[in-house]
């Protein structure tokens, strides 16, 4: 267990129902409890960048915990990382996810539980409430699912961040997913970064990041979280 700034990381496993993940983790020291948030993974695989989000949760008072979906396997460049992420079925990322949460809910240093991702990680963070009860949920540039009856489903209030410039998460497919929380009556927020393209919140990749929105993005999230999650209550699973 490494302490620096304030926080303190480790990795460890958690594990429920005979499945193990991976799972990194990053605490403010001196906090006896506190909200988590579970931090996906693009489809990069749980690197360095990700460590650094889960710190950077840490260092605003919250637990963070990272999750690797890829069982140790980190993507060098796209085509390594779209074949993790092609071979990653939907069931075992929800299953390891589902897990995840499990254990969080057990802590009791735990007071409530939230989601976030990026890529492919922002996709996982949209379907996890729409499976399992969780406190909030703040995707960035996921995939919206076609058929949109499972937004019908989504089980807490979500704030999801998009690039207008984005041409997998398109503009198209956020409205969608805008349509959809009002048809369902479902508290959120779909709100898309003029001239951003995907993956801007990532300040390593210098291709795409835009430091003025993945800032602004940074505060709107943390405000959402401290709105949601710091309310002494969690629900069960």
Same mark, same amino acid.
Request: hydrophobic share 40%; with cysteine.
């Given at each position: #267990?490494?302490?620096?700034?304030?926080?303190?990381?480790?990795?460890?496993? *958690?594990?429920?129902?005979?499945?193990?993940?991976?799972? *990194?983790? /990053?605490?403010?020291?001196?906090?006896?409890? /506190?909200?988590?948030?579970?931090?996906?993974?693009?489809?990069?695989?749980?690197?360095?960048?990700?460590?650094?989000?889960?710190?950077?949760?840490?260092?605003?008072?919250?637990?963070?915990?990272?999750?690797?979906?890829?069982?140790?396997?980190?993507?060098?460049?796209?085509?390594?990382?779209?074949?993790?992420?092609?071979?990653?079925?939907?069931?075992?990322?929800?299953?390891?996810?589902?897990?995840?949460?499990?254990?969080?809910?057990?802590?009791?240093?735990?007071?409530?539980?939230?989601?976030?991702?990026?890529?492919?990680?922002?996709? *996982?963070?949209?379907?996890?409430?729409?499976?399992?009860?969780?406190?909030?949920?703040?995707?960035?540039?996921?995939?919206?699912?076609?058929?949109?009856?499972?937004?019908?489903?989504?089980?807490?209030?979500?704030?999801?961040?998009?690039?207008? !410039?984005?041409?997998?998460?398109?503009?198209?497919? #956020?409205?969608?997913?805008?349509?959809?929380?009002?048809?369902?009556?479902?508290?959120?927020?779909?709100?898309?970064?003029?001239?951003?393209?995907?993956?801007?919140?990532?300040?390593? +990749?210098?291709?795409?990041?835009?430091?003025?929105? /993945?800032?602004?993005?940074? !505060?709107?999230?943390?405000?959402?979280?401290?709105?949601?999650? +710091?309310?002494?209550?969690?629900?069960?699973?």
């Amino acid at each position: #267990m490494a302490n620096e700034n304030g926080i303190k990381t480790s990795k460890t496993k *958690f594990s429920a129902n005979g499945k193990e993940v991976n799972v *990194f983790i /990053a605490r403010p020291e001196g906090v006896e409890k /506190a909200p988590a948030v579970i931090v996906i993974h693009e489809w990069w695989g749980l690197n360095p960048h990700i460590e650094d989000v889960a710190q950077r949760f840490a260092r605003e008072g919250f637990i963070a915990v990272a999750p690797d979906l890829y069982d140790g396997v980190t993507a060098k460049d796209p085509k390594e990382a779209s074949s993790l992420m092609a071979a990653l079925k939907t069931e075992k990322g929800l299953d390891y996810l589902q897990t995840v949460v499990k254990e969080l809910r057990s802590m009791s240093d735990v007071t409530g539980v939230g989601v976030t991702g990026f890529c492919m990680g922002g996709t *996982f963070a949209l379907l996890l409430p729409c499976h399992v009860k969780l406190d909030a949920s703040a995707p960035f540039y996921g995939d919206v699912p076609v058929d949109t009856t499972l937004i019908g489903k989504l089980s807490c209030p979500l704030l999801f961040i998009g690039g207008e !410039k984005d041409q997998w998460i398109t503009v198209e497919k #956020m409205n969608r997913l805008e349509t959809a929380l009002k048809q369902y009556t479902k508290e959120g927020e779909v709100r898309i970064y003029k001239g951003a393209d995907h993956a801007f919140f990532n300040n390593t +990749r210098t291709d795409v990041f835009s430091k003025l929105y /993945a800032e602004d993005a940074w !505060k709107r999230v943390i405000g959402f979280f401290n709105k949601h999650l +710091r309310q002494g209550q969690s629900a069960s699973t």
